[in-house]
């Protein structure tokens, strides 16, 4: 059984521990900076660091991974598309890795940036996905290098997953995120009770996280551009109507990066 621990860095990020307790082995999911997890390690002697999991290149999720390979040797999976420090083992999609004796399927998801890869286990007695910055609780990651003609059909295909799948995200964006779904949806009685719950939560300095798929198809707008409600918001403020799914997708991600 793989217990999963968020090591804050920097002003909203998480880096994903995982823990094996019976052999006391450890990974790590995009350590942007090395300073939590050696912070962790110190105070677990006897833990060894085996794995890490990178989705993606950009220096808040790989700035940490020079120096724990240096410490501990840790093997550096990540994407083959993208410039990763240290990469011993390149991953495409359809690939698996296997990580503290648990198997990852790894899903290519472009946009965010164009070799943007998540990790799924769908073996697990609870199936886990650590969606980088792609999908987020409530929200999707900006598109610094690819489209929306492809970020629309890879949040589609992490929508697609089982219901009861854990999304673990790379940052605390949950509360900010729900305001923008507040004014996409402002009836959406998941999405209000939603806000009102994670407000709570962050009131008192505490995770957002994991999310569900099943939580973010009834309240995430990336996930529900199918829904007339949705495209409406997105034909207003485009103002013409949106007559696909990537396009109420880029409409709405680009008022989203203005709201």
Same mark, same amino acid.
């Given at each position: ?16 521990? #995982? ?16 300073? =939590?997890?050696?912070?962790? #390690? ?10 890490? $999991?990178?989705? *993606?290149?950009? !220096? ?14 840790? *093997?550096? *999976?990540? =994407?083959? !598309?993208?410039?990763? =420090? ?20 790894? $899903?290519?998801? @472009? ?15 609870? @199936? ?24 629309? @059909? ?22 900010? !995120? ?82």
């Amino acid at each position: 059984m793989i217990q999963i621990e968020a090591l804050p860095a920097f002003s909203d990020n998480y880096i994903w521990l #995982l823990q094996d307790t019976a052999k006391r082995h450890c990974a790590v999911v995009d350590p942007g900076d090395a300073g =939590p997890v050696e912070r962790w #390690l110190a105070a677990h002697p006897g833990w060894q660091l085996t794995d890490m $999991l990178i989705t *993606h290149h950009h !220096n808040d999720h790989v700035g940490g991974v020079e120096r724990l390979k240096a410490l501990t040797g840790a *093997h550096v *999976h990540g =994407p083959a !598309n993208e410039r990763i =420090p240290c990469r011993d083992v390149a991953l495409d999609d359809g690939d698996q890795v296997t990580v503290l004796g648990e198997v990852y399927d790894v $899903l290519a998801v @472009p946009g965010h940036t164009l070799g943007h890869i998540a990790f799924f286990n769908g073996g697990a007695a609870t @199936p886990v996905l650590f969606s980088g910055d792609t999908l987020f609780a409530a929200g999707c990651g900006r598109m610094f290098e690819g489209t929306a003609e492809q970020m629309q @059909p890879a949040l589609a295909r992490l929508a697609a997953l089982p219901a009861e799948t854990l999304v673990y995200c790379a940052h605390e964006y949950t509360l900010s !995120n729900l305001r923008f779904a507040k004014a996409v949806e402002p009836d959406n009685e998941d999405v209000l009770e939603r806000f009102e719950a994670v407000s709570r939560l962050r009131a008192q300095d505490r995770i957002t996280l994991p999310t569900t798929i099943a939580l973010e198809r009834l309240t995430n707008p990336f996930l529900r551009t199918a829904e007339t409600s949705v495209k409406q918001k997105a034909d207003e403020w485009k103002g013409h109507s949106n007559t696909s799914h990537v396009a109420v997708f880029a409409a709405l991600r680009s008022w989203k990066d203005s709201f």
